[in-house]
């Protein structure tokens, strides 16, 4: 391996990645895996390619894995990733054409090839595209395999998973440090952005903020309001490293809360950490998910909870920014297992808290470490 790749994880893991994947296409008797997720690209191969042009990956069931890059991203290819097969193509050929020739060149044409038919790169028109280019091809469909393989983290990625969740600690309390009466909610912003970056964040979308007397969305746009007191400051530090995904947030006052807030922050918080304890190897995601549900209904904090209190968390990739192959509801059925990780969160009477959590052999693990209260600025 060249000396100057920049892989984010040894050949080792990639190895062993691939060859997970390569008895579930033996299971299911297909010659050829066809991979156009980023989310799928960046996991198998390295390579997170930029969604403007089609760019996948053809991975057989015996031999080395093909990547048809774009020529303009190919030294960016050849820097991530430990493939070594590439097709490059330029910007005025069809990609779709290429990936033909291509199975033409290599004798694939006639064999069964698995495609994820719910990947967000495989839009219906460019299917009945492949579909044409290549009519003797036996597409099956490869469902959520892919998703479902990735749920349980390696040794690795729970390493990746532990500095991102650092570097969602220090963004956090950037912006909770900046906010006080007559700052603008984007400074509190710009302050969070500059402290992840310079913790070693992957790009700038590192935070969700919003602001207002107790009406604060989960999910708000940034705006240009100005604290005054009364407001609670809403963050989510949702940093990226190496494409791998914290996700926290956190509740500011601004000037003293009132008792029905400090009240409804200490019942969230410890239904929260109930529920935290119960993230055992074995248990049942709808155990875990009533802890906090019920809690907070017959608290009376929410008239109605029809929202997820978790979801798996890993690498995080466009145009996908939030991953519900596991999430926490009352009909969830699933059982818990060691080396997941989940953003666990709850939010009601305009507070919001979260945090993210990994199971571990014993029981669970916050790998965020920012002080679970309601902050007074």
């Known amino acids: ?50 969604a403007a042009v089609y760019q996948p990956a053809l991975l057989p069931l015996e031999g080395d894995p093909v990547v048809l890059v ?29 990936l033909a020739r291509t199975f033409e060149q ?71 440090d900046a906010a006080a009466a007559g700052v603008p909610e984007r400074e509190c912003a710009a302050a ?34 100005i604290l005054e007191p009364g407001d609670v400051l809403h963050v989510e530090s949702i940093p990226l490293v190496m494409g791998y995904g914290a996700r926290l947030m956190r509740s500011t006052s601004i000037g003293e809360p009132d008792d029905d807030q400090l009240q ?12 935290f304890a119960a993230m055992k190897p074995g248990a049942r995601a709808s155990d875990v998910d009533r802890i906090l549900r019920q809690g907070v209904l017959e608290a009376g904090l929410r008239p109605t909870y029809d929202n997820v209190t978790g979801y ?18 009352p009909e969830s059925d699933w059982i818990l297992e060691e080396a997941m990780v989940f953003h666990m969160y709850t939010y009601a009477r305009g507070l919001a808290f979260s945090d993210t959590v990994l199971v571990t052999a014993n029981g669970s693990e916050c790998l965020t470490k920012t002080p679970r209260q309601l902050f007074v600025r």
């Open 1 to 50: 391996m060249s000396s100057d790749k920049l892989m984010a994880f040894p050949q080792s893991e990639y190895d062993r990645r691939i060859g997970a994947v390569r008895k579930l296409m033996k299971a299911m008797s297909v010659d050829l895996l066809l991979v156009d997720c980023l989310e799928h690209m960046s996991y198998l191969f390295g390579y997170a390619p930029p």
């Open 264 to 275: 409804a922050a200490k019942m969230l918080l410890r239904l929260q950490e109930e529920q």
């Open 312 to 329: 798996t968390m890993g690498f995080v990739g466009l145009p996908v920014t939030s991953d519900f192959t596991r999430a926490f509801l």
């Open 192 to 225: 969070l952005y500059a402290a992840v970056m310079r913790a070693g964040a992957d790009t700038t979308r590192s935070a969700l903020i919003a602001s207002g007397k107790r009406t604060a969305s989960l999910h708000g746009r940034l705006g240009d309001h």
């Open 70 to 98: 774009r020529a303009l991203d190919a030294a960016t290819l050849s820097e991530q990733s430990w493939v070594e097969d590439v097709v490059a193509f330029r910007d005025i050929e069809d990609p779709i054409a290429v």
């Open 106 to 176: 290599r004798g694939w044409t006639s064999k069964r090839v698995a495609i994820e038919l719910g990947s967000h790169f495989l839009p219906a028109a460019r299917f009945k595209a492949m579909q044409a280019a290549l009519p003797q091809v036996d597409f099956i469909d490869f469902g959520r395999r892919l998703w479902e393989l990735r749920l349980h983290k390696s040794d690795v990625e729970i390493e990746l998973l532990r500095k991102a969740s650092a570097v969602a600690d220090i963004g956090m309390m950037a912006a909770i």
